[in-house]
């Protein structure tokens, strides 16, 4: 992200968007500053970029509809976090339930479907840290997920999960641990 | 944003292996000029949701069916379609031959006298498949009115009619044409 996004005020973009004239321009400042990290927290949870554009689409529309709902109890940036993993999980869950098969959804089909991801270049490390994730609990998934691709500290992440910060760190902690024994017991060439 | 917490010296000491692995380029990509696009074709589609350009809806056959059965019900028809059943009722009651255990047609007459024409209107509606049409037809020409003068013409000629009924047909699907046969 650039150093000038990170300097645009989230006062500016909420004060914009509630602004029926302004709504637009609002919005638009809203993604140059967001965009892209809502993006790689979908990506990460969902995994093909096709399905991460569908659902990034589809929340960002929901927040730029709703954006008068927010009252500015949370950060705008967990708040925007928020519907973002609401979103993937839903559409998760729907993606669950249309799987013909339970095995479209373990750790080694993963793998395959990362190999053959014209959008996925990693090696067979990242591969299997890939496999790994995806063979966590669903809430150690999203506290690894969250600390460890999008650097959420604990403070922010309580507030967005409702969940205490020692609860959190216990969350992480099991799942890098999990995720550590999958990939030293994983053969890699 | 708040300041970032330590996660640097929280990895190294859960997991160095992991700390390595973060260090390296993130695996997933996008499309090129992917997010140079988003905004604009955000745009465009909020404009679009909130003006949607509705294709001209067509009726049904079922809507056009009912319409028709509506237009029978308006008033003057309804007031013209109320005096044919009164007249068909009467014929039929004056046609039909008397039975020693029946009611003489005299005696029927004077009980039909008592009912009136809504009440007449409702019974022939609810047993309309009780008449047969011969004697439907009979009982309107013994009655000595003439039908056009008293129903308003329907503005239907059996070309049409016909022409109706084929568009109808073309555009029922199938399971219409199983319900109907």
Redesign the interface.
């Known amino acids: 992200m650039q150093v000038a996004d990170q300097l645009i005020q989230d006062e500016q973009i909420l004060m914009w968007m509630k602004d029926d004239r302004q709504s637009?321009r609002g919005?638009?400042l809203l993604?140059?500053k967001y965009?892209?990290r809502l993006?790689?927290h979908i990506?990460?949870m969902v995994t093909e970029?096709e399905d991460a554009?569908d659902v990034?689409?589809n929340c960002?529309?929901k927040i730029?509809r709703n954006i008068r709902q927010f009252e500015g109890k949370s950060?705008l940036?967990t708040w925007l976090y928020r519907i973002a993993t609401n979103e993937a999980i839903s559409f998760l869950a729907q993606k669950k339930r249309q799987q013909v098969s339970s095995l479209d959804n373990d750790e080694s089909h993963l793998a395959n479907k990362l190999r053959a991801d014209a959008?996925?270049?990693?090696?067979e490390?990242?591969v299997h840290?890939q496999a790994a994730i995806k063979g966590l609990p669903e809430k150690q998934k999203l506290v690894f997920q969250l600390?460890?691709f999008d650097?959420m500290?604990?403070?922010?992440m309580s507030e967005m999960l409702g969940t205490s910060v020692g609860a959190l760190k216990a969350s992480f902690?099991h799942a890098?641990?999990k995720?550590?024994t999958y990939?030293?017991g994983v053969q890699i060439d | 944003m708040r300041k970032q917490d330590d996660l640097k010296q929280e990895l190294e000491e859960l997991s160095p292996l992991l700390h390595k692995l973060k260090a390296q380029e993130n695996p997933f990509k996008t499309p090129e000029g992917y997010f140079a696009s988003l905004p604009d074709e955000l745009i465009a589609r909020l404009r679009t949701e909130a003006h949607p350009v509705s294709a001209p809806v067509r009726p049904t056959w079922t809507d056009r069916l009912l319409e028709f059965l509506e237009s029978l019900m308006q008033p003057r028809l309804a007031v013209g379609l109320a005096t044919v059943a009164i007249l068909v009722v009467t014929g039929l009651l004056l046609l039909r031959p008397e039975t020693g255990n029946e009611a003489t047609a005299s005696e029927q007459l004077a009980m039909l006298s008592d009912l009136s024409a809504e009440e007449v209107n409702d019974y022939v509606t609810e047993n309309i498949e009780a008449f047969e049409e011969e004697e439907l037809r009979v009982a309107v020409a013994e009655s000595g009115i003439e039908v056009e003068q008293t129903l308003p013409a329907i503005d239907l000629d059996s070309e049409a009619i016909e022409e109706y009924m084929e568009e109808a047909i073309q555009e029922m699907d199938e399971e219409d044409l199983e319900t109907l046969f």
């Open positions: 637009e919005f638009r993604l140059q965009q892209e993006y790689w990506r990460r970029h554009n990034l689409q960002l529309i730029f950060q940036y959008y996925f270049d990693g090696n490390v990242q840290l600390r460890y650097e500290n604990y403070q922010d902690h890098v641990k995720v550590e990939l030293s």
